[in-house]
Nanobody, 121 residues
Framework: QVRLVESGGGLVQPGGSQRLSCAAP????????MGWYRQTPGKQRELVAT???????TYGDSVKGRFAISRVTNRNTVTLQMNNIKYEDTAVYFCNAAHRWQVAGEENTYWGQGTQVTVSS
């Protein structure tokens, strides 16, 4: 099973910024959708942002206008720039990748192990 490799995360103050990066070293072909989901204890995993290889981006309502997703398509890497961070952004962030024939965010797609982002003053 291919595992995505995440970096970034950690402790950040409210109003601050944080950057998460993810790579898919075990996937040779161009991935169609790459993105980020997050999860807090007792809640379902939720969409943060995704970006397809043809440039279509999707954002969760709670991060619109604050977070920005970008990717280097031919390297299968994706970055999430988090700005104006709020306490409610505290979560484990998971990188996700899906081929064109898959549904992004589904269990049978590719996932990273997760990276903790904690917002605290």
């Amino acid at each position: 099973q291919v595992r995505l490799v995440e970096s970034g995360g950690g402790l950040v103050q409210p109003g601050g910024s944080q950057r998460l990066s993810c790579a898919a070293p075990g996937i040779a072909s161009i991935i169609y959708t790459m993105g980020w989901y997050r999860q807090t204890p007792g809640k379902q995993r939720e969409l943060v942002a995704t970006l397809t290889s043809d440039g279509t981006s999707t954002y969760g309502d709670s991060v619109k206008g604050r977070f920005a997703i970008s990717r280097v398509t031919n390297r299968n890497t994706v970055t999430l720039q988090m700005n104006n961070i709020k306490y409610e952004d505290t979560a484990v962030y998971f990188c996700n990748a899906a081929h064109r024939w898959q549904v992004a965010g589904e269990e049978n797609t590719y996932w990273g192990q997760g990276t903790q982002v904690t917002v605290s003053s």
